[in-house]
């Protein structure tokens, strides 16, 4: 608070306007302490955080493990690069109402539309593969291939968590890794699969 005391008199408020003007200060001062950020207000849209790991534009880290039903399923094998738009999504459930929301979207909106892509459900949270499989059968996934990451094996490679949707492409090449929202971003990714 700012106080200012008159020669021999008691302290007084600031003069009127004076607030405006400390409050204009800060605001300039805070911003010139920021740097160059005019370019975070108008993001390209480009994936710059580089390096290894699970980014679009980096090849897909390759695993192996075991469905729900006891079959390994290795990524490399079920890539198959002579077939255009072909790939592999990975959805991460933890069986939530908003992962089966997505789920029941993935079965009945993107298996029939796009038949040379193979969808999986990662489950990261059961800790054993007759749980990954009950949890299957009981929310009524019995259709789309449930992978039991029960060593989180998937997860740690891919960075995922609840609702993460990872495709790659039918050369190994990481197309999206994000929060699957309503479905329109993964529409797309999937539209321009090569």
């Known amino acids: 608070m700012w106080i200012f005391k008159a020669k021999h008199g008691p302290a007084s408020a600031p003069p009127r306007g004076s607030w405006v003007l400390a409050a204009l200060m800060a605001v300039v001062l805070g911003a010139a302490g920021c740097g160059d950020m005019a ?16 980014y679009p534009g980096h090849p ?26 072909s790939g592999v999504v990975l959805y991460f459930t933890m069986w939530c109402p908003v992962c089966n929301g ?34 299957q059968l009981a929310y009524g996934y019995g259709a789309l291939t449930t992978l039991a990451d029960t060593a989180r094996q998937v997860f740690n490679k891919y960075e995922g968590t609840m609702a993460i949707a990872v495709v790659v492409d039918r050369n190994g090449i990481i197309q999206m890794n994000e929060g699957f929202k309503d479905g329109a971003r993964l529409t797309g990714v999937l539209n321009s699969l090569p």
């Open 39 to 54: 370019g975070d207000l108008l993001p390209s849209g480009a994936d710059k955080r580089g390096g290894d790991g699970p």
């Open 102 to 135: 997505h789920a029941d979207q993935i079965l009945s909106s993107f298996t029939a539309a796009y038949p040379n892509v193979r969808f999986y459900l990662v489950d990261f949270v059961s800790s054993t593969v007759a749980q990954v499989r009950g949890n």
């Open 60 to 85: 897909a880290p390759d695993f192996t493990v075991t469905d729900s039903l006891n079959n390994p399923v290795t990524l490399s094998a079920q890539l198959t690069p002579a077939t255009p738009g």
